[in-house]
């Protein structure tokens, strides 16, 4: 099955430090999301975008939907301990005749305090 | 304002056996998604149904997993004959409408995590 690429894989920063990860794909997409997932629990939505060059933040959360529609960053300012977990970026767009969300496969981010 | 509840949280099974994963979907929400995670991985999407209607099966395995989606009651997702391969978690989302008109989020359960011996 399809996935988009996460980028960087995995990061460890110390707390107080901004953090940027991103998500990019070949095609083209109408809606991009993105959760967190805590250990031993499902993924819980932080932002979601609906236009191209859309930014919208979420508290220390700012989330961009790229003009091109094939990407999205997220950024964490001034992390914290509790921002640990596993991030994922999903793209919606029509496939196979029906619409689906694409998942990418995933940022895991470690907070040393 | 209950969030989308699945049960059970936790699931051991033999081999050949029987699984069966509910989830009910948020208040409100008639569209259901089952996705499948493997440990370190995303989320492999495998079926979209709304209410006693299959819409999208693309990635269902062929054999030996099925879902429904009643008119009253959860959701079912059905593993028959278990093998150790299909030791994962299994997460469900619902959202109020389809995804075709957009403004649609998924909102996702706990999961459960299936185990098979």
């Known amino acids: 099955g399809q996935q988009l690429n996460q980028s960087p894989q995995s990061m460890f920063i110390q707390e107080g430090e901004d953090v940027s990860m991103n998500c990019t794909s070949s095609s083209i997409f109408n809606t991009w999301l993105w959760y967190k997932q805590d250990p031993g629990e499902g993924p819980v939505l932080l932002i979601a975008?609906?236009?191209?060059?859309e930014l919208t933040s979420n508290g220390r959360l700012t989330a961009q939907f790229g003009i091109t529609r094939k990407d999205s960053f997220l950024n964490i300012s001034a992390s914290i301990p509790s921002d640990v977990g596993i991030y994922f970026c999903a793209g919606q767009r029509s496939l196979g005749g029906t619409y689906k969300y694409i998942f990418g496969t995933g940022t895991r981010l470690k907070v040393l305090a | 304002n209950a969030g989308v509840m699945q049960n059970p949280r936790h699931l051991v099974r033999r081999r050949g056996q029987e699984a069966r994963l509910r989830c009910s979907p948020m208040k409100g929400h008639s569209h259901v998604y089952w996705y499948r995670q493997l440990p370190e991985e995303g989320l492999k999407f495998m079926v979209y149904l709304q209410k006693e209607n299959i819409i999208d099966e693309s990635g269902m395995p062929k054999e030996r997993f099925s879902a429904e989606f009643p008119k009253e009651g959860p959701s079912i997702l059905r593993i028959q004959q278990v093998v150790r391969g299909d030791s994962a978690a299994y997460f469900c989302?619902?959202?109020?409408?389809?995804?075709?008109?957009?403004?649609?989020?998924?909102?996702f359960g706990p999961g459960t995590r299936l185990t098979v011996l």
């Open positions: 989302a619902s959202s109020p409408q389809g995804l075709a008109g957009g403004y649609n989020e998924q909102f």
């Open positions: 975008l609906y236009k191209a060059g």
